[in-house]
């Protein structure tokens, strides 16, 4: 009887504050969407970052004629030199995974391939090029050992990680996610405003029916209900929109667009979205008990 | 029934206190007349029943318990066995007058046939019947106060405080309401009434308490007071807590 009444009390006061229950779904729904922006951004840096990390490779650059790598110093490398930094591969496995030796030639036939429909491919020289070992590693976090290892030996011009370069974009992709976490969190503090507001206002214009509440002896979770209710029902739809548009973002950008036009990388999929978005609704639920919880012990006398 | 004992309010920010070293026993079935002057401390009188207001010092006693000592969450449960009526009637504009009088035992969680039988019997006694289905705003005055005291009593409580119930009516409607509290004094419940209207306490005499700036200033029986039977009905306010009686209380 009661849970009947408290509900059709909370009904009654989303439709008679219609204008205000609607901007607390969409201030939800825009900061929701926001943060799980960011929240996806990250989980896309992790996908990438194991996709790639699995597939860098650590090249040793030796020295071919009018090499570009001072440690060369004007020298080429020599076929006695090219064996022992073979053997001396051989004998690291692991970290060493496999290797493949790529000669200048096919080096820049590769690039000029790659960047056909580019003006880099028809500018490139050939010069910029050198013979290489292309190593893989068991763990992509020991550069270090292969580095040590080669650099300055003789014959080799330089020894590069790809990872390096990597995480220039990985950094990069991870200050766009940590700002969109950051509007996010102002958006956060607009809807817990705008919440607080709203019960202001809602226990204002209510004042006459929670006074007789009281004096006929109501208890405070009986008028309270209805209000944390509305603000309640009203952030979990703004927030369940947002992961709305989430879905259509990975569903319709990532998975449907963007996963097609670059096939040699990984992107995250509905699974990613289905992961956050608990914490997306759970966590405006929480959010929003509390703020009402405490908003009422304020403006409501009970 | 009500009791108090020494009780002084005061408000901050006020020069003088609302009500000063006031004792004034009112006994069950009692029907009293508080009179005094506009801010003479007959509404804080009435809000220190209710707890609205807690005592500056001394006490107030409800059947018993201390209400200055209630803990919050016990509030509710006093305010369940004490009706209240006003000067400006306070019914919900925009439902009938079924639903203002439900609207009252709904928040209270009892069930629906329940409310469905006691809602057309309370608007019988005070002499509304028929009228359910109209808005507050299709009634006249002394109609709409008959609903606030439907409202008040329907869920049947001990001790029915009015806090100048007739103050917006003209006088023979005045005496219609009276005539309703009256027939619920009969049924035993204790009636406080907060008024300035000389007119009623000469045509319903009764018990009449005067204060002045928050001094009881007389105190007598104009009427008959014949102590009601003994109520077989349980306690209401057991659920208080065990009743602290006074030795003035336990004859």
């Given at each position: 009887?009661?849970?009947?009444?408290?509900?059709?009390?909370?009904?009654?006061?989303?439709?008679?504050?219609?204008?205000?229950?609607?901007?607390?779904?969409?201030?939800?729904?825009?900061?929701?969407?926001?943060?799980?922006?960011?929240?996806?951004?990250?989980?896309?840096?992790?996908?990438?970052?194991?996709?790639?990390y699995d597939r860098v490779q650590v090249s040793i650059?030796?020295?071919?004629?009018?090499?570009?790598?001072?440690?060369?110093?004007?020298?080429?490398?020599?076929?006695?030199?090219?064996?022992?930094i073979?053997s001396q591969l051989d004998s690291m496995k692991p970290p060493v995974k496999e290797y493949f030796?790529?000669?200048?030639?096919?080096?820049?036939?590769?690039?000029?391939?790659?960047?056909?429909?580019?003006?880099?491919?028809?500018?490139?020289?050939?010069?910029?090029?050198?013979?290489?070992f292309r190593v893989s590693l068991t763990d992509a976090s020991k550069f270090d050992v292969i580095a040590s290892s080669f650099q300055?030996?003789?014959?080799?011009?330089?020894v590069q990680d790809q990872k390096?370069?990597?995480?220039?974009?990985?950094?990069?992709?991870?200050?766009?996610?940590?700002?969109?976490?950051?509007?996010?969190?102002?958006?956060?503090?607009?809807?817990?405003?705008?919440?607080?507001?709203?019960?202001?206002?809602?226990?204002?214009?209510?004042?006459?029916?929670?006074?007789?509440?009281?004096?006929?002896?109501?208890?405070?979770?009986?008028?309270?209900?209805?209000?944390?209710?509305?603000?309640?029902?009203?952030?979990?739809?703004?927030?369940?929109?947002?992961?709305?548009?989430?879905?259509?973002?990975?569903?319709?950008?990532?998975?449907?667009?963007?996963?097609?036009?670059?096939?040699?990388?990984?992107?995250?999929?509905?699974?990613?979205?289905?992961?956050?978005?608990?914490?997306?609704?759970?966590?405006?639920?929480?959010?929003?008990?509390?703020?009402?919880?405490?908003?009422?012990?304020?403006?409501?006398?009970? | 029934?009500?009791?108090?004992?020494?009780?002084?309010?005061?408000?901050?920010?006020?020069?003088?206190?609302?009500?000063?070293?006031?004792?004034?026993?009112?006994?069950?079935?009692?029907?009293?007349?508080?009179?005094?002057?506009?801010?003479?401390?007959?509404?804080?009188?009435?809000?220190?029943?209710?707890?609205?207001?807690?005592?500056?010092?001394?006490?107030?006693?409800?059947?018993?318990?201390?209400?200055?000592?209630?803990?919050?969450?016990?509030?509710?449960?006093?305010?369940?066995?004490?009706?209240?009526?006003?000067?400006?009637?306070?019914?919900?504009?925009?439902?009938?007058?079924?639903?203002?009088?439900?609207?009252?035992?709904?928040?209270?969680?009892?069930?629906?046939?329940?409310?469905?039988?006691?809602?057309?019997?309370?608007?019988?006694?005070?002499?509304?019947?028929?009228?359910?289905?109209?808005?507050?705003?299709?009634?006249?005055?002394?109609?709409?106060?008959?609903?606030?005291?439907?409202?008040?009593?329907?869920?049947?409580?001990?001790?029915?405080?009015?806090?100048?119930?007739?103050?917006?009516?003209?006088?023979?409607?005045?005496?219609?309401?009276?005539?309703?509290?009256?027939?619920?004094?009969?049924?035993?419940?204790?009636?406080?009434?907060?008024?300035?209207?000389?007119?009623?306490?000469?045509?319903?005499?009764?018990?009449?308490?005067?204060?002045?700036?928050?001094?009881?200033?007389?105190?007598?029986?104009?009427?008959?007071?014949?102590?009601?039977?003994?109520?077989?009905?349980?306690?209401?306010?057991?659920?208080?807590?065990?009743?602290?009686?006074?030795?003035?209380?336990?004859?």
């Amino acid at each position: 009887m009661r849970l009947t009444f408290l509900l059709g009390e909370t009904t009654n006061g989303l439709r008679r504050n219609v204008s205000m229950t609607v901007s607390v779904v969409l201030v939800t729904m825009i900061s929701m969407y926001l943060l799980g922006l960011g929240l996806l951004g990250q989980r896309q840096v992790d996908t990438m970052k194991d996709y790639w990390y699995d597939r860098v490779q650590v090249s040793i650059f030796l020295c071919v004629d009018k090499s570009i790598y001072p440690a060369c110093a004007g020298t080429v490398t020599t076929d006695a030199q090219r064996a022992q930094i073979r053997s001396q591969l051989d004998s690291m496995k692991p970290p060493v995974k496999e290797y493949f030796y790529e000669s200048q030639d096919e080096a820049f036939a590769r690039f000029k391939e790659q960047f056909k429909n580019s003006p880099l491919g028809t500018q490139a020289t050939k010069r910029a090029f050198a013979d290489s070992f292309r190593v893989s590693l068991t763990d992509a976090s020991k550069f270090d050992v292969i580095a040590s290892s080669f650099q300055g030996a003789p014959g080799v011009g330089k020894v590069q990680d790809q990872k390096q370069l990597l995480n220039r974009f990985f950094s990069f992709m991870n200050v766009v996610s940590w700002s969109a976490i950051a509007l996010a969190i102002l958006m956060v503090v607009c809807v817990v405003l705008l919440m607080a507001t709203t019960i202001r206002q809602t226990a204002f214009s209510r004042r006459r029916e929670t006074g007789i509440m009281r004096l006929v002896g109501a208890s405070n979770f009986t008028i309270q209900v209805p209000f944390v209710l509305e603000t309640l029902i009203a952030s979990l739809l703004g927030s369940v929109l947002g992961v709305g548009l989430l879905w259509a973002t990975v569903r319709y950008g990532v998975s449907g667009y963007l996963s097609t036009e670059m096939l040699d990388t990984a992107f995250i999929g509905m699974a990613d979205v289905w992961a956050i978005a608990p914490i997306v609704v759970g966590g405006i639920a929480v959010l929003a008990v509390c703020t009402s919880a405490v908003t009422l012990r304020r403006y409501l006398r009970v | 029934m009500i009791l108090f004992d020494r009780v002084t309010k005061e408000y901050p920010r006020s020069t003088r206190p609302a009500l000063s070293e006031v004792t004034v026993e009112i006994r069950r079935g009692e029907f009293v007349y508080v009179v005094g002057k506009s801010g003479s401390g007959k509404s804080t009188l009435l809000r220190l029943v209710l707890q609205e207001d807690r005592p500056t010092s001394g006490s107030v006693l409800v059947a018993g318990r201390d209400v200055g000592r209630l803990p919050s969450r016990k509030v509710p449960l006093l305010r369940r066995g004490i009706g209240t009526v006003f000067q400006d009637f306070r019914l919900l504009p925009n439902k009938t007058v079924d639903a203002n009088v439900a609207f009252a035992l709904q928040v209270l969680g009892k069930p629906r046939s329940m409310i469905r039988q006691v809602v057309p019997e309370t608007l019988e006694m005070v002499g509304l019947e028929g009228k359910g289905k109209r808005m507050p705003h299709q009634l006249s005055g002394g109609e709409q106060q008959r609903v606030a005291i439907a409202r008040a009593v329907v869920n049947k409580p001990p001790i029915l405080l009015a806090d100048e119930p007739t103050g917006n009516l003209d006088p023979s409607t005045s005496r219609e309401i009276l005539a309703v509290l009256q027939r619920i004094n009969e049924g035993g419940t204790t009636i406080v009434m907060a008024t300035h209207d000389d007119e009623i306490v000469n045509h319903l005499r009764r018990r009449v308490i005067e204060l002045q700036d928050g001094r009881l200033v007389r105190d007598e029986a104009l009427g008959s007071y014949v102590a009601p039977p003994p109520s077989t009905d349980t306690d209401p306010f057991l659920d208080l807590g065990v009743p602290v009686l006074r030795a003035d209380e336990q004859s």
